[in-house]
């Protein structure tokens, strides 16, 4: 494990040490680099900018094996050319190391994060695909930094709706049976459907006899005084759902920990404590029977505060009660320092007034960053948001059956050789992957359409597109035969291979920003742009059929790192790269 210094850092440390300030380095299109950093010292010692811009060029070593060359241009900036060697020996650096010369943090924190978190006894849909793909990327890449991430998977699985629910399975026991034969997928979709049968029936009688109402009432003040004959039905209708959830993660490709879903009802025990807590310190108030607390900033149309409600006036908790004390669990308990929720933007409000209310409470200090990391609507092409023909939200499982489905077509017509079976476990991977990645690319708080053809699209920003620039390159790597990746920096690079070899140079860093801003499309755009630079390097650049045995060696090196640096940055986007497709 060596982390590797980019030649950005190290660029920008030799021009620092000439400046004596911030060079404010940037890629360039007219040179590799371009430093900015001399007008602004220019200007606030009343220098003549380019007379500045001139010396520094002058006070950096010349003939320097980093940089090739430097020049003024414009008003004052620096455009710097790096050394072919300078590059080709910072990836040999990278490909040297495990993680290609990305770094551990020295000081890693604790960060929960809260994501995939459909709700017990109910379909998932595409609300829940978001979370999960999001929150699985962001946990990827927290980890791979050195963080110690804790997942909460935040089910609904606790509330008035299982009154009417245990009831019914009170009074017909065997409507949650298990069928002999069932497993694996089968088996999710059986329980689902058990559970929505059982949902609509108990529903008609809810709705038609009033007796089973009562009954249904009765219920709930039962489940949550812990009475174990009703909490035993109600884990059945959990368990149930567990296996629907499990067999759709599986389809996702997303690994779920049955010990990190800790949903509502896990933080049940500290609901009562939570609202003594809140009403004694006054954050929160009692207004007409339910516990309130009140923000100057959160007011309805007419004009009239909207209070966060924590416990209701029939003295039932509610959605704020829950995260409240999760937060109180998270930090108390977990010590996280940073509480991130993948939550639909819908949700924004809620969070801003959870947060608002736990840092009144002392719950949520100035050591601890609690943030809500929010995401748009899966919208039709018609712009509204997705539904399917009869105006119903889309299962996700059909979403992603259709998914595959179309990737199998696509895979089909590309390679004829493939058997079905070849075509079937690829078409998983590449419909999968179209999904996440699609999901992935877009900008955090975005609406975006879902649009399968363009997914699956082997032309332009997909996972396709990807995932055949690494299973190109893998081929050629196979077809080499003796010859073997071997970096050369003696050798001058052409065009194509110092644009890719920069790109491939910045894979540390782009990491290092996903994990501050909680960007994964940063990553995805990095990974595409590395994608394309490849495609023009291998159109302009022969790699078998290169001129002498070292050029040969040498592209082979950046096939690759490239290969190695798309591989480890599609892992981290929970998207598999097959070696062949
Ligand atoms: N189960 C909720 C839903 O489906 C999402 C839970 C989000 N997490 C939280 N801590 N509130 O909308």
Redesign the pocket.
Known sequence: MASVNSLSASIQQRVADALGADPLLRRSDRADFQANGVLGLAKRNKANPRELAAQVVEALPAGDELIAAVEVSGPGFLNITVSDAAITRTLAARAADDRLGVPVKPEPGTTVI??A???VA?EM?V??LR?SVIGDALVKILEFEGETVIR?H???DWGTQFGMLIQYLVEHPHELDHGASEAGEEAGEASMSRLNRLYKASRTVFDSDEEFKTRSRKRVVDLQAGDPETLAMWQRFVDESKIYFNSVYDKLDIEIRDEDVV??SGYNDMLVETCKLLEESGVAVRSNGALCVFFDDVKGKDGEPVPLIVQKADGGFG?AA??LS?IRDRTAALHADTLL????SR?AL??KM?FETAKRAGWLTDEVTALHIPFGTLLGKDGKPYKTRSGETFRLVDLLDEAVERAATVIREKSSELTDEEVADRAKEVGIGAIKYADLSTSLGRDYVFDLDRMVSLNGDTSVYLQYAYARNRSILRKAGDAKPVAHPELPLAPAERALGLLLDEFAETLAGVSETYEPHKLASYLYALASAYTTFFDQCPVLKAETPELRENRLFLCDLTARTLRQGMALLGIRTPERL
């Open positions: 809260d994501y978190q459909p709700n109910k849909h609300g829940h979370s909460r935040h089910i609904g949903g509502e959605y829950t995260d999760a929720y993948v939550v639909d949700q809620h969070f959870v």
